[in-house]
């Protein structure tokens, strides 16, 4: 990490850093990859690992290990050797008061009982599986750590989102916990748009990973040619890169405050008042100044 740091004519404050936890189903999409370049080339992360998620059956059965693959290369595409990389549970969890544990959610535990005085965040761009298993194994540690998600639909009324969809069970356990829980869900992480335009003006030039991340947005856009609905032939929105975002600035301004809900099987919330405690539910995402760090941290450390 120094080496690419080097670039940079500043420098953030010891005091100001924090710990970071990344769990990514890295090989579900084409965002994913974004989100976990744009983490590395943060100073302000001291990033303790990164987590291979599972995505589901939908597309293979070997998920978890595609997306372990996934973050390896875009490690090695960055030069980056000093970030350890774990294995994360191959599909979820069976209810919501039984762990899978895996490399993954030790990972949290053992980072989470550090005596360190740097506040950890875990972020989630996938699936809740591995957090779930983390806090149902070892629930102390819930008052030691920050849990932001890229996941679940609008509030109130909740629907359909794929990353909830692919554990619900996970998402219901990480609700009735008390870590502190900072949702993103479907109708904010969907602003951060971008045209494939615009990532070869701004992405593909910087590097062997500008060059990769452009060039797998473009394929995973191709394969997908035949579906009318999605995506919309020239555009994205790099969702998961939201979660990077808020730690980089928390958006003060751009949240509510809410009881954690119920999710039942069709992803609807239910608020039957038995959840007392409250979750931070973002309402909206400040994309320019997302999207501009990105691109500029990008330029400075690959131009």
């Known amino acids: 990490?120094?080496?690419?740091?080097?670039?940079?004519?500043?420098?953030?404050?010891?005091?100001?850093?924090?710990?970071?936890?990344?769990?990514?189903?890295?090989?579900?999409?084409?965002?994913?990859?974004?989100?976990?370049?744009?983490?590395?080339?943060?100073?302000?992360?001291?990033?303790?690992?990164?987590?291979?998620?599972?995505?589901?059956?939908h597309r293979t059965d070997n998920s978890m290990n595609e997306s372990y693959d996934e973050i390896i290369r875009v490690n090695e595409l960055m030069g980056v050797?000093?970030?350890?990389?774990?294995?994360?549970a191959p599909a979820a969890i069976p209810d919501e008061n039984t762990p899978v544990p895996s490399e993954g959610s030790r990972a949290i535990i053992d980072e989470a009982l550090k005596n360190d005085p740097l506040p950890l965040f875990c972020i989630f761009l996938g699936p809740l599986t591995d957090m779930a298993s983390a806090l149902l194994a070892r629930p102390e540690i819930a008052r030691r750590l920050t849990v932001i998600w890229i996941g679940g639909g609008a509030w109130p009324e909740g629907g359909w989102e794929f990353n909830l969809g692919n554990d619900i069970d996970a998402a219901n356990a990480v609700y009735k916990s008390s870590v502190e829980l900072w949702q993103v869900p479907r109708p904010v992480y969907s602003l951060l748009k971008v045209s494939l335009a615009e990532l070869q003006d701004r992405v593909r030039p910087y590097g062997?990973?500008?060059?990769?991340?452009?060039?797998?947005?473009?394929?995973?856009?191709?394969?997908?040619?035949?579906?009318?609905?999605?995506?919309?032939?020239?555009?994205?929105?790099?969702?998961?890169?939201?979660?990077?975002?808020?730690?980089?600035?928390?958006?003060?301004?751009?949240?509510?405050?809410?009881?954690?809900?119920?999710?039942?099987?069709k992803m609807n919330y239910i608020h039957d008042g038995k959840n007392k405690r409250k979750i931070r539910f973002y309402n909206n995402i400040d994309s320019g100044f997302i999207l501009g760090d990105f691109y500029s941290k990008l330029k400075i450390c690959f131009g």
Do not use: C
């Not at 050797?81 to 994360?88: E, L």
């Not at 994205?236 to 949240?255: N, Q």
């Open 81 to 88: 050797t000093d970030v350890p990389v774990f294995h994360g």
């Open 1 to 57: 990490m120094d080496r690419i740091f080097s670039k940079y004519r500043f420098k953030v404050p010891d005091g100001k850093k924090i710990r970071l936890i990344i769990n990514t189903d890295a090989k579900n999409e084409a965002d994913d990859q974004y989100a976990i370049a744009h983490a590395l080339l943060t100073q302000k992360f001291i990033i303790k690992g990164i987590i291979a998620a599972h995505f589901g059956t």
């Open 208 to 265: 062997k990973i500008g060059e990769y991340l452009f060039t797998q947005m473009v394929e995973f856009n191709d394969m997908l040619a035949d579906n009318k609905d999605w995506p919309s032939g020239e555009g994205w929105a790099l969702g998961d890169s939201a979660a990077i975002g808020l730690l980089l600035d928390e958006h003060e301004f751009y949240f509510d405050i809410y009881p954690a809900p119920f999710v039942d099987s």
